[in-house]
């Protein structure tokens, strides 16, 4: 699956999304370099600036392969791209010194309490294309959490790889770490049907995919264009309860319609005013008479 983001005032939708044979490798840069080249596709030739706070063509593999792709020359993708850490980064790791490890920062510039990164240079980076930067990771654990024999002195230790050459380390950890919105969108697409393929042949599941996807667009724009505030970061499950199982009845008297809500509904001033603003856009697709509620 891919996804463009929206950024922190919204979801995300949906550009690409592969079926593979159930006997296919896992993480294949193959793979990763087709889904790739078929969302880069979706995006339009000509984009405006990116605003400081916005994600740029972020992904997150782990092949030699699939980053050499991206480095390309023609290409101009900045990436952020998750990184195994290997016996040679763990002990490059281990004799980074104390100075050289730089506080991770919110995103509202505080200091990210028990949180450091420090990048790393050096042989590790001697197969990888040119302007690669080696960012590393380290972080006390949740309590409970179990540690990977990768970690060290009590610090659960990850790394990514980029080609940002302009910014801090900081900013760069942090807008690595901000990908977890692609986890929220996998998490929409499981609850909106993509939990299990329900039919028997590929193809049949395919069109499955392409129900999922379309629903998914439209769980990702409705907000964007008809929600403010809190409610435009609403998943699929909340949107069913709040907005979509609403009681309401449909009257058409005088040649107009109106929509009229149960009046008990906590939720009917959100309805209201996000039909107001879909009102409010322009329908070139008709001109009848049409009041959305009373």
């Known amino acids: 699956m891919g996804f463009v983001g929206h950024g922190r005032g919204g979801s995300g939708e949906p550009v690409v999304g592969l079926l593979?044979?159930?006997?296919?490798?896992?993480?294949?840069?193959?793979?990763?370099?087709?889904?790739?080249?078929?969302a880069l596709v979706q995006l339009p030739k000509t984009?405006?600036?990116?605003?400081?706070?916005?994600?740029?063509?972020?992904?997150?593999?782990?092949?030699?392969?699939?980053?050499?792709w991206l480095a390309?020359?023609?290409?101009?993708?900045?990436?952020?791209?998750?990184?195994?850490?290997?016996?040679?980064?763990?002990?490059?790791?281990?004799?980074?010194?104390?100075?050289?490890?730089?506080?991770?920062?919110?995103?509202?510039?505080?200091?990210?309490?028990?949180?450091?990164?420090?990048?790393?240079?050096g042989d590790c980076l001697t197969s990888w294309p040119k302007g690669l930067r080696l960012i590393l990771r380290k972080e006390r654990p949740h309590p409970g959490a179990q540690l990977c024999f990768t970690d060290a002195d009590g610090m659960r230790l990850t790394c990514f790889a980029t080609n940002t050459a302009s910014e801090a380390i900081a900013a760069l950890e942090l807008r690595h770490r901000q990908r977890a919105r692609?986890?929220?969108?996998?998490?929409?697409?499981?609850?909106?049907?993509?939990?299990?393929?329900?039919?028997?042949?590929?193809?049949?599941?395919?069109?499955?995919?392409?129900?999922?996807?379309?629903?998914?667009?439209?769980?990702?724009?409705?907000?964007?264009?008809?929600?403010?505030?809190?409610?435009?970061?609403?998943?699929?499950?909340r949107l069913r309860l709040r907005l979509f199982s609403t009681a309401a009845q449909?009257?058409?008297?005088?040649?107009?319609?109106?929509?009229?809500?149960?009046?008990?509904?906590?939720?009917?001033?959100v309805i209201t005013d996000a039909l107001d603003r879909l009102h409010a856009l322009p329908n070139p697709g008709s001109t009848a008479a049409f009041r959305p509620y009373e």
């Open 182 to 237: 692609a986890e929220d969108r996998i998490r929409a697409a499981r609850v909106t049907g993509l939990r299990n393929l329900p039919l028997h042949e590929a193809a049949q599941n395919q069109i499955w995919l392409e129900i999922v996807q379309i629903a998914l667009d439209l769980l990702a724009w409705m907000p964007l264009l008809a929600l403010i505030g809190q409610a435009r970061l609403w998943e699929p499950r």
């Open 20 to 38: 593979r044979p159930g006997n296919a490798g896992s993480n294949t840069a193959a793979g990763h370099i087709e889904a790739t080249r078929l």
């Open 250 to 269: 449909l009257v058409t008297t005088g040649r107009r319609c109106y929509l009229r809500f149960t009046g008990h509904w906590p939720w009917n001033d």
């Open 72 to 121: 390309q020359r023609g290409r101009w993708l900045s990436y952020s791209v998750g990184m195994t850490i290997t016996d040679a980064i763990h002990q490059a790791v281990l004799k980074i010194p104390a100075l050289a490890w730089t506080p991770a920062v919110e995103p509202d510039g505080e200091i990210r309490d028990g949180a450091w990164a420090a990048e790393l240079a």
């Open 47 to 68: 984009t405006p600036a990116r605003p400081a706070d916005a994600d740029p063509h972020r992904l997150r593999r782990r092949h030699h392969e699939f980053v050499a």
